[in-house]
């Protein structure tokens, strides 16, 4: 296992009502700035109870969070924010909206242009940020207990990540039964996202970190078990819960301490979206078994446990095992309702090198846990996912 640091402040309200809960953490004087995308959250009562939860305190609202948060709408926030005077913000939704908190808890201190100081420079000159909780009503990302982002700038058609210690949320109520409210292209988009992110921490090479493998495996294992079974039955409140759980546990930091990291898939699927507005997941299912068989050399031993242990294969030669492991995985991500190729989101191999091109200028020229995945492997992946 390799030396690491761990570190996580967020506290977590798990469970039915616990929204009421958050007014015990949040200070009595704070003038409050609670985040939402679209109507949903006040549809189905969310933003309701929040604000209920906030009693006499003073608080404004703003909406409109995109699903792939909005650089320029962000910024009106950050306006918002500094012509009223708030200090504390609330993000009321999914791990787009709370990414878009992140963003605009930094945002707020910047001198310059932010997009520039806090996704470019990756906020390495920023030294405070304002305070912030977290109302999670979509599982998937696990923004609500990490310290990671990611932004759009959709005039120039990019998008970008950075990470802060900074940003993490102070709190995060995680209600599983805000699950029902979802449809299912949501329900199944967070068990795609959550079973990559387990898979980019997990799928490299070993390095005896047993502790970390078994989880990993457990996450996994559980996401094949319940991804369908919610599809089935969405008000299954065991279902909600081990799915939401799962889901924050997947990126919290537990399963990446002391393990190397991939990231590639995470890296080519934000030119998938930031070129032709795709879900986040959507980029994920399509990039993920091609990069796994275009690593399977470098990512053979893990391959072979990976099929063992998740898919319970034990039969046939090392090649044999490897490929019905990726196309198990392709498959899940099918049976949940993701469609895994290019062609089925109208694209094909004409729309490549602009893909290409794009990594090329964000300097994503060496991905994966080896740094060995450069433009031309990136094209082959891309090319194997038409």
Request: with cysteine; net charge negative.
């Amino acid at each position: 296992m390799n030396n690491f640091n761990f570190y996580n402040p967020t506290r977590i309200l798990f469970g039915e009502n616990k929204i009421a809960e958050m007014t015990n953490f949040i200070p009595q004087d704070a003038r409050v700035l609670v985040l939402f995308g679209g109507e949903s959250a006040r549809k189905h009562g969310t933003l309701g109870e929040v604000i209920t939860s906030l009693g006499d305190r003073y608080v404004e609202e703003f909406g409109g969070i995109e699903a792939n948060p909005s650089y320029s709408t962000l910024m009106k926030a950050v306006q918002q924010i500094k012509d009223n005077k708030l200090d504390y913000l609330i993000g009321v939704g999914g791990g787009s909206v709370i990414d878009g908190v992140k963003f605009i808890s930094l945002a707020v201190s910047c001198k310059g242009d932010a997009w520039q100081e806090i996704l470019v420079d990756k906020a390495k000159g920023i030294t405070q940020a304002l305070p912030f909780g977290a109302v999670l009503t979509l599982p998937a990302t696990g923004s609500e207990m990490n310290s990671n982002s990611v932004v759009t700038r959709y005039e120039t058609r990019e998008k970008m990540a950075f990470s802060s210690q900074l940003v993490y949320p102070q709190f995060s109520v995680l209600d599983p039964t805000k699950v029902s409210t979802l449809p299912p292209r949501q329900i199944a988009n967070g068990i795609v996202d959550a079973f990559t992110h387990t898979m980019e921490q997990y799928l490299t090479y070993p390095v005896n970190a047993r502790v970390q493998d078994r989880f990993a495996e457990g996450l996994l294992t559980t996401l094949v078990e319940i991804g369908p079974a919610i599809l089935k039955d969405p008000t299954n409140y065991e279902l909600q819960a081990n799915f939401m759980w799962t889901a924050t546990l997947a990126l919290n930091g537990l399963i990446g301490a002391g393990v190397p990291q991939d990231w590639a898939t995470h890296m080519i699927g934000h030119e998938l979206t930031a070129l032709h507005g795709l879900d986040h997941a959507q980029t994920l299912a399509i990039i993920l078994p091609s990069v796994m068989s275009e690593q399977r050399e470098q990512k053979h031993d893990k391959l072979i446990q990976y099929a063992e242990r998740v898919w319970n294969i034990t039969e046939g030669d090392d090649d044999t095992r490897i490929d019905l492991a990726i196309a198990k995985t392709r498959d899940f991500f099918e049976q949940m309702g993701v469609r895994t190729h290019l062609k089925d989101y109208q694209l094909g191999l004409a729309d490549i090198p602009q893909m290409i091109k794009q990594l090329g200028e964000h300097g994503l020229t060496q991905l994966g846990e080896h740094s060995d995945i450069d433009l031309a492997k990136s094209t082959k992946i891309l090319e194997a996912s038409v």
